[in-house]
């Protein structure tokens, strides 16, 4: 046998020789949930690990990850039921604590990279990423609100705004608005595809967000997310992004929609992040408190999988976790 494999795999030096594929702790991006007040720090029941976190706790919690190497954070907030209403006017106040913390965490850390969440669904009394008429979630009139809330955030100083809502025509809209207000830097992270998933629920326990449970109001989100069994509809997504002006094409969730990240990637020239999500997280870190599986080998082993599929960001809740494990190790 002259031809054997096994020979490139025999050391660990030697593995690493033609190892194809890294993940390096500046492509990740660290979600963290935010809440109002002071001395808060609240695990979140269905993603152990992850708590929400009132500003004077968030930054030496940034300062730590900042250590380590982790740059980019994408924040969502979690607002009290009493500022909530059909039409998420508190999202684009002046008052809304996400800007003041957006603002400070700036002030303290120019340098990180800070990404915001643009939909209603924090926001909205109804629990929906739109505004919801007769039954309806209204795509035209909710872009009104997301073009506000885009420019409030980028004057907060966020870097990146991220549309998280899949309504029709946003990037675009979002991108002229920004332009008109003089936010021509401020970059645009477009969830591009992101499917009505059932892999997003510890993210709705942290926010309290989930549609509520009402008789008018459409129970879940399948009229504007994306059906899990499209693939064809991801690219006709991308093409408006790119023509819209995206600077970055998400898929979400990851694990489930490796073959959407593979696509896109081979289709378009723009970044590709992957957002793994609350749920695939949590399945990880239940399986391992269960000893049903090592997390230390499973989880950068999953972040690999998701970069070789072509994502060169993932938006992950175990970014710290990963940062720490390879300070650790001097990989
Ligand atoms: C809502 C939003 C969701 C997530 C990010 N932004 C949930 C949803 O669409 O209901 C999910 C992220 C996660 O599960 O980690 N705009």
């Given at each position: 046998m002259r031809i054997r494999p096994r020979r490139n795999r025999q050391s660990d030096a030697i593995r690493s020789l033609s190892r194809e594929t890294h993940v390096q702790v500046e492509q990740l991006v660290y979600p963290l949930f935010l809440t109002?007040?002071?001395?808060?720090?609240?695990?979140?029941?269905?993603?152990?690990?992850?708590?929400?976190?009132?500003?004077?706790?968030?930054?030496?919690?940034?300062?730590?990850?900042?250590?380590?190497g982790l740059?980019?954070?994408i924040l969502f907030p979690a607002i009290q039921e009493g500022l909530k209403n059909k039409k998420g006017t508190y999202g684009y106040s002046k008052d809304n604590y996400y800007l003041k913390f957006a603002q400070t965490i700036k002030k303290h850390f120019p340098e990180?990279?800070?990404?915001?969440?643009?939909?209603?669904d924090p926001y909205n009394s109804d629990g929906h990423d739109g505004i919801v008429q007769n039954g309806k979630i209204i795509n035209d009139d909710t872009l009104e609100v997301l073009g506000k809330m885009a420019i409030v955030q980028a004057e907060a100083g966020f870097d990146i705004i991220g549309p998280s809502d899949m309504m029709d025509g946003r990037v675009g809209f979002i991108r002229d608005a920004l332009d008109e207000n003089g936010f021509q830097d401020t970059g645009i992270m477009s969830y591009t595809a992101k499917y009505a998933s059932a892999f997003y629920g510890p993210f709705r326990d942290a926010l309290d967000s989930a549609p509520?449970?009402?008789?008018?109001?459409?129970?879940?989100?399948?009229?504007?997310?994306m059906d899990p069994s499209n693939k064809r509809e991801a690219l006709r997504e991308a093409l408006l992004d790119e023509q819209e002006g995206a600077d970055y094409l998400m898929v979400k969730p990851a694990l489930n929609y490796?073959?959407?990240?593979?696509?896109?990637?081979?289709?378009?020239?723009?970044?590709i992040a992957a957002y793994h999500v609350s749920g695939e997280c949590a399945m990880l870190i239940a399986a391992a408190q269960n000893g049903w599986l090592n997390l230390e080998e499973a989880m950068p082993?999953?972040?690999?999988?998701?970069?070789?599929?072509?994502?060169?960001?993932?938006?992950?809740y175990f970014a710290k976790m990963y940062a720490q494990q390879k300070a650790k190790l001097r990989y």
């Open positions: 109002d007040g002071k001395g808060v720090k609240e695990e979140v029941a269905s993603l152990p690990g992850n708590y929400r976190w009132s500003l004077d706790m968030l930054l030496p919690e940034l300062e730590e990850c900042m250590k380590l740059k980019s954070f990180a990279c800070l990404i915001s969440d643009v939909a209603m509520i449970e009402n008789d008018e109001i459409p129970k879940d989100k399948k009229t504007y997310q490796l073959d959407i990240i593979h696509l896109l990637d081979e289709h378009f020239d723009l970044p082993e999953t972040l690999t999988n998701i970069r070789r599929a072509g994502a060169s960001i993932i938006l992950t």
